[in-house]
């Protein structure tokens, strides 16, 4: 069975076609800058490796461009547009509404619209995304796979604000937390690589959103995000955690906007705010040269982590197991160093060498002395909404 999977953003769509339940990667691509003229298009299989700039005024021009490229008839990957029978669509957030995998249907898309109000730059256009493919492949069905939804086993006490409680009945103001398709996905390979079902484990997602997750028995019992994915972790050009009374003093005495403070705190800050670029390549570069804002930068941003690996350490009583994934988890064995070092009063040590090797899958680098598994995981979302999307047609 073929499933296409589509992550739709407000300038991008990112799409997969995956065999299931084998899991094979028939073809994969980006299509960027959507609303240029210049906008890039990449399509990749087995024997093609297309890259196209191109005029793509807008998503509907983008999605029949895509379509046109998987049925080409000489690097097409399908005979007609009813071979493919599931679409697998990333939603990031699901509200209080959505706990699981959901099949589309006229009140999903409603209730997806509705929720867009917790996430105005994401939910319109993972609805816009279900619209159109509705539009292009009309016999598929649709499935929504949501960011949230890992996280809804997060008890109150983890997930509720300590504001009057009209906010969390009336109006849904909780943590929902984010990145669950991945933390779910490696969560689960860890669960299998350690062959222990009752585990303890936090998992760790660094790519320009960062989050971590507690996860006790394979559940989310507490996360970084909120809200929002904007709290917690030092990200890409994301504050995460500060006192909200900085957003008063810059409204009431520095003179900002609203829009001006949110552009800032969400756009401008993090490792962008404090070095000048958000990709942690470049940071690290920079440091080796000696740029001591890049220096200070890695420092605070290993040192937030290590503080939360010492409060999800308290959260969980014990700890069997600590995930790195994402673009830096995977990558850096810089950060990942900063991070582990100075820890093994809690039994994390890490072997230095094993943190160097590269490889594209599941590893451990942690030393033989260390109580706690340390293991670099990539993840892969579009995989794991595969599966999810699989899985539920195949309950029905
Ligand atoms: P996204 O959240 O957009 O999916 P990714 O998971 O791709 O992001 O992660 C992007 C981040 O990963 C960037 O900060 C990038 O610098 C970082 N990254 C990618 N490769 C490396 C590497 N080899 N070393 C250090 N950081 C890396």
């Known amino acids: 069975m073929k499933v296409l999977i589509i992550n739709a953003g407000s300038s991008s769509i990112k799409y997969q076609l995956i065999a299931m339940p084998m899991e094979q990667v028939i073809c994969s691509g980006l299509l960027e800058r959507i609303g240029s003229k210049e906008a890039k298009l990449t399509y990749k299989t087995a024997d093609t490796d297309r890259e196209e700039t191109l005029e793509i005024p807008d998503h509907k021009t983008g999605f029949r461009k895509i379509a046109a490229y998987l049925l080409d008839v000489n690097i097409g990957v399908v005979k007609n547009i009813d071979q493919i029978e599931i679409i697998g669509h990333r939603v990031v957030h699901g509200g209080t509404t959505f706990s699981n995998t959901t099949l589309i249907t006229k009140e999903v898309k409603d209730k997806i619209k509705a929720l867009s109000i917790l996430a105005p730059l994401h939910n319109p256009h993972n609805l816009e995304g279900i619209v159109l493919a509705e539009e292009i492949f009309p016999n598929a069905n649709q499935i929504a796979v949501f960011d949230t939804a ?36 490696v969560s689960e390979k860890a669960i299998t690589h350690l062959q222990k079902k009752d585990s303890k484990m936090i998992s760790i997602h660094l790519g320009n959103g960062c989050s971590m997750t507690a996860i006790k ?180």
């Open 150 to 185: 890992f996280h809804q086993t997060m008890p109150e006490k983890a997930k509720k604000y300590a504001i009057p409680n009209y906010f969390y009945n009336e109006h849904h103001i909780q943590a929902y937390g984010f990145h669950g398709t991945s933390h779910k996905f």
């Open 217 to 396: 028995n394979g559940r989310s019992i507490d996360h970084s995000l909120g809200f929002t994915p904007s709290n917690g972790l030092i990200m890409g050009s994301r504050s995460g955690d500060i006192d909200h009374s900085l957003i008063f003093y810059l409204v009431n005495t520095l003179d900002y906007d609203l829009d001006a403070v949110s552009t800032l705190l969400i756009k401008e800050s993090g490792m962008k705010g404090l070095t000048g670029s958000s990709d942690l390549r470049d940071v690290q570069s920079e440091a080796e040269k000696g740029n001591q804002d890049c220096i200070l930068a890695l420092e605070m941003n290993a040192y937030r982590i290590k503080k939360y690996i010492g409060a999800y350490v308290a959260a969980l009583n014990g700890i069997d197991a600590i995930i790195f994934t994402a673009g830096i988890g995977e990558n850096s064995n810089l950060l990942r160093k900063m991070i582990c070092s100075d820890m093994d009063y809690l039994g994390i040590v890490l072997d230095d060498s094993k943190n160097e090797m590269k490889s594209a899958s599941l590893r451990e680098i942690n030393s033989n002395s260390s109580k706690v598994k340390l293991l670099v995981i990539p993840t892969n979302e579009e995989i794991e909404i595969a599966k999810q999307s699989y899985n539920l047609l195949r309950s029905d």
